[in-house]
């Protein structure tokens, strides 16, 4: 919303300054986006006399002038110009060299012309963004000062812009925010006076609602037929205020409803009354009808839309824009008025499917003045017989504006309870009746009844009274209170959140740096990671590649890695702490930490040279992760088995039962081709809503230390075993060949080739036998080493290695 | 004897304090080896005592490297060595003789094993500082590669919010990413087809079989919604979380953070609201006395509402946050509107509090001097490094929040 001071000096009376007035609007929420004050641009333009101009020597259409600055002591200053009114006698306004022209931001330099040097300039109305004139040079008043600042001569219009939230459209007119000014002790209201302008005939067009569901579309509808009006340009100020707004003038009947539109947040309409046919009939459109509107675009209307209509169909879209057959002309010689009300959720509906961002629709969507329709009518009608003359028709007025009359309560002891300010009933009420509210009674305890305004649709229950009284009063007056807190502040983060928090830390700690990547991704990529149902579909995505909700995160870790091989930065290890979609319903998700690593294991070295990444690197990945989110990780058992994203051959799953904690190993070279990037990548999927959550403890004191005072004793054992054997089912049966006595067992070489038969490899696992009573016997440890071979071979088949 | 070796070799090196008295001792055995005391009633036998010791010591003295002075020691003590052979001599003596004889033989057997061990002493220290001259490394060379790791802005920002509204009482709440109309809009008081419904645009997931559409949630104020419904006031909860709108400009990005604050109890009034937030951003940007401005605004789900400047100024291009005359806007909030109060099962009329929301990459861009929004989910390495924090600095009020 635009508009500049000497609009709003029409309607508030005030010495307040262009800051003050800014700083203001802001604090009653009002917001200032910008304060344009051509002053500021203008200031070090001063006053000039032309006291000679001949003809320039080498240019029919420019004069040699001799222009005196007034400055005390300063020679006379040669410039040349081309103004057809450059003459000598007249007051000019100078330009020197350094000096920025506003029209075109050029500094202004000294320079020759035609081979004749011209040290400043004398400017036009257009040059210094005054309007449009550039017919000739700006010619100031003959008593106009020497050497004076042009703002001292000259007086300029500040044009503020400001931010109107939606819940205030009687602001969306000059009146309403000088109203809202003066409630804030920044002048005073004007009164407003609009006298009817006595009609001296019947309109020869009738309006008529043809049923009730038109009626509730268009609940009322004022018309005012005036003929014998002469159209042309508007008066000067109207232009300038118009143009300082950045409107353009078009012509009288059309400016006289921008005017009234941002003046009083009222949108009228004005048709060319010989081009109607019949009768006006406001009602919702028929399916398929079409207008070619103003903006000179064919409009297809639903029965959902106002259209409103004479006897050939539709000639204007109610409340959004006029139809352009039967807009005024410079020809048009009868008019006919239109001040209506819509309903405003059929206007926004209207205007959004259309597209259309009109002025009127801007206002009529967050609701008009149901008491401004005859007014408007009245305001309009003096206007147009002002400024293009014309005889004016009795109104007409269809229906009636919607009830509005809402009786409020307001306690001023809720004012201080909500917003902690003590105002009292007096000041409360001085607030409200400055914004219009009337109030119609006052109570024993100080409780008002409050008749809130037409204007202000926003009012309707007390606390929007104690949001009135408070904003007007100043946020800025609400005393600060600290918050009430105990005085030493208790965990706030949730078993979940904090083990969320340090599997992220404990990733870091591993060398991958976290990322935060799209929640979406391209459908391909879902489909290859389990996901791309119909139900996880985007219905209006960004961009066509970012049209599915992620079903894992590993698809945007594996193209970001790609991205950064691609700028030269190889071998990325990312990760990304977040949610994956399992589905389109709220909570089909699962908070994930996820890990990849791409390419070598680092940068080459001279003593630890890089080996590509494997699904080791990944599981490591995943264990760490798992550690730090309180998972029991040694009784974890590893599957060979991973979902259709990993390498079948190089992947597995970290379980506790049969919960799945987490996946991991290479990325599958078909999905990775899928994604168009190049491997190897491994990675890893953990789940950490799936690690159980640590049993809840009495106290946080551990079990005793029960350090054994005796060496334990290793002894190694290789074991021949089939292929197929996992690892972990040789350790898990020595583990349990002698509960009591074996405190750790370990893989440190695994073999298959030559020195074994096809389809043999051997396993050699390191035992650690912890005595706790005595120093072990030999007798002893060959007794432990028989075990732990009898318990291998039973579980796997395997038998010592010769 | 190896630490007397090392020791030795040490003082050799810093020949001073501790070290300075013990290669002392050292030398001190040294000198009894080479001058034993005769005794007196020694006779001629005792000669050739003397002189097998004279001779042997000079032999020990003379070993030029640690195999010559083992082979000394087997020549000397050795079970075919001459003392050994002189000792088994004392079998053939009467008692008195063997006697004297016996004790005169170990005193010279014990002084040459002491010089032996004196002698093997010095030698290996030799042998050691010229092993040690040997051993050389290019220590300018570069260690093995470690990867450093880092966290991103973001959820660094989490940590430190979480840390200081936690100081507050705040507990942390969260909510599906994916949410139905009524907890992203209706119940936050947004009328169906409001003009306030199109400041967010909406992304939709596809109509379900009812004909509902279920959206990506556009702020985390449902959250405040799923718990006003599962918990009982009073209530202090921080939403973070992942937001979405369909936006995508220099500074909008279709995915972003937001935490959401809301504090719902009986008596809970704006002066708090002020307070809450005047302490969350002098603590949050580490700056004392930010100034502030609440200014009048309009949300659906608040009222009063305000949106909230913070001084700064902007001198040569650098934010300085808390000096100057500029204002900068950073979040936005209101007193808790009581129709969502209703909508989520709460008496307006004993209840009342606050809620707020305030931009996760807005203000880590302003603390963190980070210039644009988008990069934040590129997952340039590049950028994650410069502008990521390590895994180590976690942001504790005692510790201090900023890096």
Known sequence: MKFTLSWLKDHLETDASVEAIAERLTMIGLEVEAVEDPAAVLAPFTVAEVVAAEQHPNADKLRLCTVRTGTAGEADLQIICGAPNARAGIKVVLARPGMTIPESGMVLKTGKIRGVESQGMMCSARELGLGDDHSGIIELPEDAPLGASLIDVMTFDPMFDIAITPNRPDCLGVRGVARDLAAAGLGTLKPLTVEPVPGTFDSPIAVRHDSDADQEACPMFVGRYIRGVKNGDSPQWVKDRLTAIGLRPISALVDVTNLISYEFARPLHVFDADKLKGHIHPRLARPGETILALDEKEYVLTPEDVGICDEAGPQGIGGVMGGLETGCTESTVNVFLESALFDPRRIAATGRRLGIDSDARYRFERGVDPESAILGAELGTRLILDWCGGEPSHLLIAGAPPAWRTEVPLDPARVRALCGVNLDSRACRRILEDLGCEVLAQDVEGVLTVLRPSWRPDISAEHDLVEEVARIHGFDRIPTVSMPRDPMPKQVLTGEQTRRVAARRALAGRGLSECVTWSFLPKAHAEAFGGGQPAMDLANPISSDLDAMRPSILPNLATAAQRNADRGVPNAALFEVGPDFQGGEPGEQRMVAAGLRAGQSGPRHWDAPPRPVDAFDAKADALAALAAAGAPVDNLQTAAEAPAWYHPGRSGTLKLGPKVLAWFGEVHPGVLKTLDVKGPMVACEVFLEAVPAPKAKATKARPLLAASPFHPVERDFAFVVPEDVAAESVVRAATGADKALIAGVSVFDVYQGDRLEAGKKSVAVCVTLQPTERTLTDEEIDAAGKKIVAAVKKATGGELRG | ?403
């Open chain 2, 1 to 403: 004897m190896y630490s007397m070796r090392l020791l030795h070799s040490r003082s050799a090196r810093t020949g001073g304090g501790l070290f300075f008295t013990v290669r002392e001792c050292y030398a001190t055995a040294r000198v009894g080896a080479c001058a034993p005391e005769l005794h007196p009633l020694m006779d001629g036998s005792m000669d050739d005592l003397d002189t097998l010791r004279d001779e042997l010591m000079t032999a020990v003295e003379g070993a030029p490297d640690l195999g010559a002075l083992e082979e000394v020691r087997v020549t000397a003590l050795g079970k075919k060595g001459r003392v050994t052979a002189l000792m088994k001599t004392l079998g053939g003596m009467d008692p008195e003789t063997r006697k004297t004889a016996g004790q005169e033989m170990n005193r010279v057997k014990d002084a040459i094993a002491a010089a032996i061990e004196a002698r093997r002493a010095a030698l290996e220290a030799v042998e050691l500082d010229a092993r040690l001259a040997r051993e050389r490394l290019d220590v300018t060379l570069p260690a093995r590669p470690e990867r450093a790791g880092s966290i991103h802005p973001i959820s660094q920002t989490w940590d430190e919010v979480a840390a200081i509204f936690g100081q507050m009482g705040f507990a942390v709440a969260e909510g599906p990413d994916i949410e139905d109309d009524f907890h992203n809009f209706t119940a936050l008081n947004f009328p169906p087809d409001h003009p306030a419904r199109e400041m967010h645009d909406t992304f939709f997931l596809p109509p379900r079989a009812d004909g509902s559409r279920h959206v990506l949630r556009t702020h985390t104020s449902p959250v405040q919604v799923r718990t006003m419904m599962s918990q009982e006031p009073p209530i202090r909860i921080l939403a973070p979380g992942r937001c979405y709108r369909s936006d995508s400009d220099m500074t909008h990005t279709p995915m972003f953070h937001q935490f959401e604050g809301l504090v719902i109890d009986e008596s809970t009034h704006m002066g708090h609201l002020k307070g809450c937030l005047q302490e969350f951003v002098e603590a949050y940007f580490e700056v004392e006395n930010v100034p502030m401005r609440f200014r009048p605004s309009f949300f659906p789900f608040t009222e009063p509402s305000a949106e909230v400047d913070i001084g700064c100024s902007r001198k040569g291009g650098e934010l300085r946050i808390g000096a100057g005359d500029a204002w900068l806007e950073i979040l936005g909030c209101g007193m808790v509107h009581p129709n969502v109060l209703v909508a989520c099962g709460l008496d307006p009329t004993r209840y009342q509090g606050f809620a707020f929301g305030v931009g996760m990459e807005r203000i880590a861009m302003l603390k963190y001097g980070i210039p644009d929004l988008r990069t934040f989910f590129e997952s340039d390495l590049r950028w994650l490094r410069h502008y990521g924090f390590a895994a180590l600095d976690v942001p504790t009020l005692h510790g201090g929040l900023g890096r």
